[in-house]
T-cell receptor, first 113, second 113 residues
């Protein structure tokens, strides 16, 4: 069964600190992995997309890594800001068709002053 | 350049009533997807539509749920005879093509009393 798991379920850090969120998947075949940020009460917004051949991709203070062999990805947030407080969702797909996206449950990050 | 617009943002219905959720895709986008999000769970695909056509409805319950995307006007997700289990956030996403480049709306939160 295609599944995406994320850990931790929730995380609290102080402003300015770094953190790393984890994603494990069993989706097969694998085509790409996306990370989305979802603010409370809002829709998901894309942060990064990685294909099979990519190991790392950055978007500002966000850096995603991918190990296709172990089927793991991580999202590292550097120098966290209060506005980083949100849910971070890992999405894995075997193709580029939106109907085949497998969404993880998300990690809820709270950044405190 | 307005994003994906969903309304209503919040909807309260009693058991047995009908719920209609509307989604206007981004300008130039002809592909629309509907997803459902339950608390602590990942988004689940419901239906994929293009103008005047349902392309894939494999994620939508056969009973009580229907969707349309008419030639003119927004896409509509209709839930008849709502039950408490229908309470969820319903997200619409649009894309210029079926490439997985999804832009999400802010969601419609349905509460069934």
């Amino acid at each position: 069964k295609n599944q995406v798991e994320q850990s931790p379920q929730s995380l609290i850090i102080l402003e300015g600190k770094n953190c790393t969120l984890q994603c494990n998947y069993t989706v097969s075949p694998f085509s790409n992995l996306r990370w989305y940020k979802q603010d409370t009460g809002r829709g998901p917004v894309s942060l990064t997309i990685m294909t099979f051949s990519e190991n790392t991709k950055s978007n500002g203070r966000y850096t995603a890594t991918l190990d296709a062999d172990t089927k793991q990805s991580s999202l590292h947030i550097t120098a966290s800001q209060l506005s980083d407080s949100a849910s971070y969702i890992c999405v894995v797909s075997s193709d580029n068709y939106g109907q085949n996206f497998v969404f993880g449950p998300g990690t809820r990050l709270s950044v405190l002053p | 350049n307005a994003g994906v617009m969903q309304n209503p943002r919040h909807l309260v219905r009693r058991r047995g009533q009908e719920a209609r959720l509307r989604c206007s895709p981004m300008k130039g986008h002809s592909h629309v997807y509907w997803y459902r999000q339950l608390p602590e769970e990942g988004l689940k695909f419901m239906v994929y539509l293009q103008k005047e056509n349902i392309i894939d409805e494999s994620g939508m319950p056969k009973e009580r749920f229907s969707a349309e995307f008419p030639k003119e006007g927004p896409s509509i997700l209709r839930i008849q005879q709502v039950v408490r289990g229908d309470s969820a956030a319903y997200f619409c996403a649009s894309s210029p093509r079926n490439t997985g480049e999804l832009f999400f709306g802010e969601g419609s939160r349905l509460t069934v009393l």
